[in-house]
Structures are given as structure tokens and as C-alpha cells.
Nanobody, 124 residues
Framework: QVQLVESGGGLVQAGGSLRLSCAAS??????MGWFRQAPGKDRDFVAA????????YYADSVKGRFTISRDNPKNTLYLQMNSLKPEDTAVYYC???????????????????WGQGTQVTVSS
């Protein structure tokens, strides 16, 4: 069974940090990414990383504050979030795609597997 399980969310004050993890099981993923969805809004792209880690993309809103990384032997994806702002409050989703699945990594269509999400709340 293929699973993506996020962890590390929580409540933090503005300016604080959190590190999200996504444990993958059941298969190997090529590129992986993070998306987020605030109440009443669409699920938006946050960051993506290629299978080797050599190609990385960030949304403009998180550049310089968030860092995506992966540990392939552990089959785990990470998102280090620093200088958090109240507007970063959302449910954060991990996404993965199987080899041979092709579409823009910065869109939801770029992935065929999704986790259940972890809540991140940033208080002002």
C-alpha cells in the first residue's frame, strides 16, 4: 500500500520555525512536493524537489524562508519553515509522483499521490 504520512505541524508564533516531515512507503517516488490549503482557498504550491534533489522550486511567497529537502535512503521528504507568518497558516500536504508521470511540478497535476495533510497555525 502506497502511503505518504505528514508530521511536524502545530501551533507556532509569528517568526518561529517548524519542520515538516513526510514519510513515504510502498514505492519509490521521483519528484516530490509540498502544497498548502488555507480555509476557503485552493490548494497552492509551496515547494518541489526532483528525485536526485538537484532541481528545486519554491513559491515566491516562501522563497528565502522555507527549505525543501529529501533523504532518499529513509524515503522521507522535509520542509524546514523559518520566519513563519500568520499567512502561512494552512493544512500542508505532501505529494509524490511515480516515475513516468509527467506534468509541471508546480501544479497539483504534477503528482499522483497525496498525504492526508498536517495543520500549521501561525499566531500573530
Amino acid at each position: 500500500q502506497v502511503q505518504l504520512v505528514e508530521s511536524g505541524g502545530g501551533l507556532v508564533q509569528a517568526g518561529g520555525s517548524l519542520r515538516l516531515s513526510c514519510a513515504a512507503s510502498g514505492r519509490t517516488f521521483s519528484s516530490m512536493g509540498w502544497f498548502r490549503q488555507a480555509p476557503g482557498k485552493d490548494r497552492d504550491f509551496v515547494a518541489a524537489i526532483s528525485g536526485s534533489g538537484g532541481t528545486i522550486y519554491y513559491a515566491d511567497s516562501v522563497k528565502g524562508r522555507f527549505t525543501i529537502s529529501r533523504d532518499n535512503p529513509k524515503n522521507t521528504l522535509y520542509l524546514q519553515m523559518n520566519s513563519l507568518k500568520p499567512e502561512d497558516t494552512a493544512v500542508y500536504y505532501c505529494a509524490g509522483r511515480s516515475p513516468g508521470w509527467y506534468s509541471d511540478l508546480r501544479t497539483k497535476a504534477g503528482y499522483n499521490y497525496w498525504g492526508q495533510g498536517t495543520q500549521v497555525t501561525v499566531s500573530s
